[in-house]
């Protein structure tokens, strides 16, 4: 597998990232309210914490950020379709795990019947918490924890 970095977005990503929710199945699952347009991804950088996902250099993705509490972050993402079962996400969730204070907690929800990024937080330790029951939809968290030396 290719090395996977995980950035800030800016503005020159703008392209890139509209090309990705160009594509109608990455968009449906994403659940993104975002025209694939470099001025509407613009919009977005500045709306929410926004990253890039890169391998060999290339934006093959995004993950999304909104701050739900003082600790708790709600995290979105999605994956140009070629990249799908490759690990990529998996790795990129890793990094930014890695990357975020101790004490905080991630939430995701994920549609039922998306497998792919239901493994992708089992992978990364989150915890299926509840579904919602009738909309087709599952809740997952992960806190991280305090590094005790």
Known sequence: MPEVQINMAVPSDSPAIAAILADPL???RAHLMVVPDPTAV???MQSTHLLTI???KQIVGIMTLEQVTATCWELGYLLCRTDWGKGIMTAAVG???DRLQP???LR???DDDNIGSQRVLIKNDFAKETDDGEQGKWFFQKGLALIKY
Request: charged residues 15%; hydrophobic residues 45%.
């Open 26 to 28: 990455v968009q449906r």
């Open 42 to 44: 613009a919009m977005l």
């Open 54 to 56: 890169r391998c060999d």
């Open 95 to 97: 990094l930014l795990c």
């Open 103 to 105: 004490g905080n907690c």
């Open 108 to 110: 995701a929800t994920v």
